[in-house]
Every structure is written in C-alpha cells, then in structure tokens.
C-alpha cells in the first residue's frame, strides 16, 4: 500500500536563528508572572538569601533550610506571609534547583509552617465595608461642584461600590513598574443608556489572559441600594466632564491634568471624608455586603464579582446570620 501524499497550502514558514528564538522565549517567559508578583517573588529570595548568609547555610533548598528559615522568619512576621514567601522563593530557584517544589511540600516543611501558625496566629484586620450612607453623604457634598477630580473621586466610589470593582482595577499602581495600559478601562467600551451603564474591565486578578470582562451597573436596584443618589447620574456627570476635556483620549478614568488617577491620589481623598478603618477593598466588600443584605442570592454576587471561587463569602460581614440564610438560601 503506497503513502498518500497531500499537498499542503500552508505558505513555507521562514525559520528563525537560533538568537531569535532564543530572545522570543526569554519574553514568553517574562510574561508568566505578573510585575507585582515578581517584585514579592524578588523579595521572598532576598529574605531567603539573607537567610541563609548570616547562619551559613548553603543557597541550595533542603528540608532542614527551609523548615529552618520557616520557625525563623515566623518570630518577626505573619505565617501567612512566610507562605507567601515559599511560593516566592519556589518561583524564583526552581531554573537552578528543579526538585525545590518537592522539598517544599515535603512534610517536615508543611508541618513546621502549620505548627507556626498555631504558634503565632493572630487575628485578621480587614477594613470597614463602605455603606449606602457613606455614599449618600459623600454624593450630596459633591452635589454641586463642577471640580472635574471631584466628579472622578464620586464616580470611582460608586462604581467600585456598585460593580464590585478592586480599587485595582479603577486606578493604576503608585509605582511606575507595575502600570500596566493593558489593565486599563478605555474609553470607547463604554455603553451608556438611560438606565445603566457599562464598560470592558480588560484585565484583572482573575483573568490572567485578558479576556475582558463586561462590567454592567443598572439603575434597577435593590431597595436597599436605592437610598443612596443613582450611579448612573454620578457616572453621566464624570462622563460629561471627562469628555469636554479631553475627546480625544482613550482611558475612561482621568484626572484634571489628564493624567490616570493613581491608588495615593485616591486614597488621600478617602482619607478626608471616611477615618481609616475605611481603604480600598471597602468598595468591594460594601458592594457584595449590601447585596447580600438585600437578599441577593449568593451565586448571583459571585458572578457580578467576578469571583472564581466562594472566597467572595469573606466580604460579606454585615452579621454571621447574614451569611447562613444566605448560603441556605435555594438557588434562583
């Protein structure tokens, strides 16, 4: 039986040298992790290199340095984020040592970092879910300026607030290496109508490839999201400002000075009006808080989150028996 021979209509694929394939990897490569990672991951080794220098041990992982810098590191700081730091000194010694993942889930390692825990646990501190009150205050001291970064300041509240959004995700970070334009709301996704708005979220902690995610707040709200001044109206005012001032810019969030608002500038004005039990994850957990309390079911909070997981439970902290009737509630 003879071979059948197909011809293909794929057009002859030039090849590349061996630098270029070499440099493409290195890029590739690059982008595994985010920015922010890599500045804890860098972190994480520097606390294990300094480690290991001052008792002279060698930087090679083994069992005992890393059960040992576990008891050592937990005496100063949280064991949550000594766990964060295996993860981060696993990341950044796996290309020179390949079995370090083993050793890190090695049971001497494991247990020495769940007997710390128990050692040194302490209580967790979360910040202040904000209200509808806090919203309603905020909007009718605003009511009449025509400051644009007063607009901008209102708009971010309620729409973090409304759309379960990150701070993250509204502002860029303060530190210049980790703004990303790929992160960044633009302008033309929006889609205004008379009851709602809604915009593209390109990229955010849950979607690591940057699909996008559609972000829609709709003026049929919970009563009890009602007592507060429509986010729809805060949103057409900011909107209004933003585009008289500058048409021709394509980010949707911008200050006065054209600039994108950054997470200091934000939170220094939080700070004026709210004390600081109040921060960034406020918006997010009052969101999620008062949807559960106008009787949401929990499937719903979580998608219009955009949580990939029931780890959304954490922000809603109104009461514990909140939660139960919630959790018990039948599925819609």
């Known amino acids: 039986m003879s071979p059948v021979r197909t011809s ?35 972190s994480a080794l ?31 700081i949280k064991p949550q984020s000594v766990e964060s730091y295996l993860s981060g000194i696993s990341s950044s ?8 993942r083993d050793i890190r889930r090695h049971h001497l390692v494991t247990k020495t970092l769940a007997g710390c825990k ?21 909007s009718t ?15 971010l509240l309620f729409t973090g607030f409304y759309g379960l959004l990150r701070l993250g995700e509204l502002v860029w970070p303060d530190r210049r290496m980790l703004q990303d334009f790929r992160k960044t709301t633009l302008r033309h996704t929006v889609d205004l109508t008379p009851s709602s708005y809604a915009f593209l979220l390109p990229g955010h902690k849950a979607d ?40 021709f810019n394509p980010e949707l969030w911008l200050r006065e ?27 997010r957990a009052g969101g999620a808080t008062a949807l559960a309390g106008a009787g949401v079911p929990p499937h719903l909070i979580q998608a219009a989150g955009r949580w990939s997981s029931e780890t959304f439970q954490v922000y ?17």
Not at 118 to 138: F, G, I, N, Q, Y
């Open 257 to 283: 000075d054209g600039s994108i608002p950054l997470r200091s500038w934000f939170m220094r004005r939080l700070r004026v009006y709210l004390p600081t039990c109040y921060g960034g994850h406020s918006l």
């Open 118 to 138: 128990k050692m040194h646990t302490s209580p967790v501190h979360r910040k202040e879910p904000l209200d509808v009150t806090h919203l309603a205050r905020l």
């Open 46 to 76: 520097q606390s294990y290199i300094s480690f290991c220098t001052s008792h002279h041990f060698p930087i090679e992982p083994t069992v005992d340095t890393l059960s040992f810098f576990i008891v050592f590191m937990c005496s100063h």
């Open 316 to 332: 809603i902290r109104t009461h514990p028996m909140l939660l139960a009737s919630l959790l018990c509630r039948p599925s819609a």
């Open 208 to 247: 690591r490839f940057f699909h996008g995610s559609q972000v829609l707040i709709h003026q049929q709200l919970p009563t009890i999201l009602a007592s507060s001044s429509s986010p729809i109206d805060v949103f057409k005012n900011y909107l209004s400002s933003r585009d008289k001032r500058f048409p």
């Open 93 to 100: 010694l796996e290309p020179f040592y390949s079995n370090v």
């Open 8 to 42: 293909s209509r794929k057009s002859p694929r030039t090849p590349w040298t061996r630098e270029r394939l070499v440099r493409e990897r290195a890029v590739a490569l690059s982008l595994t992790i985010e920015p922010s990672s890599k500045a804890a991951y860098s």
């Open 141 to 155: 001291l605003f009511s009449h300026s025509l400051i644009h970064d007063d607009l901008l300041f209102l708009a």
